[in-house]
């Protein structure tokens, strides 16, 4: 192929160009790489696209455009980068509308001069498409929930580049809600975001963190599901398991004016403590905001976990069950009382004891599903976020997925050529 972008991508973008060597999708070459700076212009590209026949990834900060399969191919990605402006913040109605390509953090500190924040809190400074994109969460998911749980109105641009539009710019309007949800977690194969309109919540004065160890996992999970159910209100609550070695952490964030915070952590640690009272507990504080918040656990092989949050000391008993058994020794952390977590392995983990593991993890959850209160196996999952080139080729990256025949209707519906990250997702939709 020619090296110059075809005239009709040029004609449709002002910036179009050829990729560079680090214009990669899973270790995918692009051709060519479009930014557009409007909807309208983002529709004239990929209608462009469909009439050269090629195939698109969207793309916003980069940081997780490894996640998933590798596409089949990438003739072309359209990078939200010039997509960055805050569209409208009715801070009266705690309602924004960005652009798609606007990064979460330069939109915290704009709502923060209002009082007001976005409630995600995803590791990395990604743009708004790729948290809907992805549906990425960290800490607050327990309280706030997930990026489509927060999304009121939803701008897309389809294959052909058709744009459609769903929702609206006030909290109480739910029509088009289909839409942004079937758009969270699309990972790009449905079409490309341009704009979002989200709910916003206040920036709380006080933030404090109510924090028990404890060796036992099943300590642990009583605890996180105590914090749960408290009536104190948390917005977060984390499990952090570093090795089989390391003690279990059980954090628990509490947000508020500062008189509130205070109180309710000294009603919330006399609550925990109560818990463990008679178990191996190691240690028990309250501290006010730590650098980073709650980290997650580090490694580049990246597992999500999903699960009931009544199955957490089962699940936590799966994971290092299949792990032991093939001499490894995973460091879990995440949304615990949220029914999510993340498993991380070293990046000298050979690929046939990772595929192992994988297989053995999927197996135990199901049985586990299974027996655990009649849960259907669906329930319990395990899906491979991101993994070094080699394992991705021995892995299934996504693992059983319930309703693949309807998926596959949608894609069809939005996609019918298949040109829009064809394969990235599950059973190569």
């Known amino acids: 192929m020619t090296s110059l972008p075809p005239a009709e991508l040029a004609a449709a973008c002002t910036e179009v160009r050829k990729a560079g060597d680090d214009d990669l999708v899973g270790g995918v070459p692009a051709t060519f790489v479009a930014a557009p700076a409007s909807t309208a212009e983002a529709a004239a590209v990929m209608a462009a696209a469909a009439a050269l026949g090629l195939t698109v990834v969207p793309r916003g900060a980069g940081g997780r455009l490894d996640w998933g399969n590798p596409p089949r191919s990438c003739d072309l990605i359209v990078s939200t980068e010039r997509l960055d402006q805050v569209l409208e913040h009715a801070a009266g109605d705690l309602v924004v509308s960005v652009q798609a390509g606007t990064r979460l953090g330069a939109l915290q500190e704009r709502l923060a001069a209002e009082g007001q924040r976005l409630a995600l809190d995803p590791p990395g400074d990604a743009t708004v498409g790729g948290l809907i994109a992805t549906n990425v969460t960290g800490p607050l998911r327990f309280r706030y929930g997930a990026p489509r749980d927060l999304l009121i109105g939803i701008t897309v641009v389809r294959a052909d580049g058709t744009v459609a539009r769903a929702g609206g710019k006030v909290v109480k309007n739910v029509a088009g809600y289909d839409l942004g949800k079937l758009f969270a977690g699309s990972y790009g194969t449905l079409g490309l975001i341009t704009e979002a309109t989200f709910r916003l919540h206040p920036l709380p004065a006080a933030r404090v963190y109510v924090t028990v160890e404890t060796d036992d996992p099943a300590t642990a999970a009583a605890l996180a599901h105590a914090a749960a159910s408290s009536p104190l209100t948390p917005a977060a609550i984390e499990l952090q398991w570093p090795a089989t070695t390391s003690p279990l952490s059980v954090s628990v964030l509490l947000e508020g004016d500062e008189a509130s915070v205070a109180e309710r952590a000294e009603l919330l640690a006399s609550r925990l403590a109560s818990e463990v009272a008679g178990a191996a507990a190691r240690s028990f504080r309250v501290s006010g905001p730590q650098p980073g918040d709650l980290a997650r656990p580090d490694g580049p092989t990246r597992l999500k976990v999903a699960f009931w949050a009544s199955q957490l000391a089962d699940i936590l008993g799966c994971i290092h069950a299949a792990a032991a058994g093939r001499g490894l020794d995973p460091a879990v952390g995440g949304a615990a009382a949220a029914g999510v977590l993340e498993v991380?392995?070293?990046?000298?983990?050979?690929?046939?004891?990772?595929?192992?593991?994988?297989?053995?993890?999927?197996?135990?959850?199901?049985?586990?599903?299974?027996?655990?209160?009649?849960?259907?196996?669906?329930?319990?999952?395990?899906?491979?976020?991101?993994?070094?080139?080699?394992?991705?080729?021995?892995?299934?990256?996504?693992?059983?997925?319930?309703?693949?025949?309807?998926?596959?209707?949608?894609?069809?519906?939005?996609?019918?050529?298949?040109?829009?990250?064809?394969?990235?997702?599950?059973?190569?939709?």
Do not use: N
Not at 395 to 423: I, N
């Open 344 to 429: 991380r392995l070293p990046a000298d983990v050979p690929v046939a004891a990772l595929a192992d593991f994988v297989a053995a993890l999927r197996a135990e959850l199901g049985e586990l599903s299974v027996t655990a209160g009649g849960l259907p196996s669906s329930r319990a999952s395990a899906v491979v976020l991101d993994a070094p080139a080699k394992a991705r080729a021995a892995v299934d990256m996504w693992g059983p997925v319930p309703s693949l025949d309807l998926m596959r209707a949608v894609k069809d519906q939005f996609d019918p050529g298949h040109r829009m990250a064809p394969g990235r997702f599950a059973a190569g939709i």
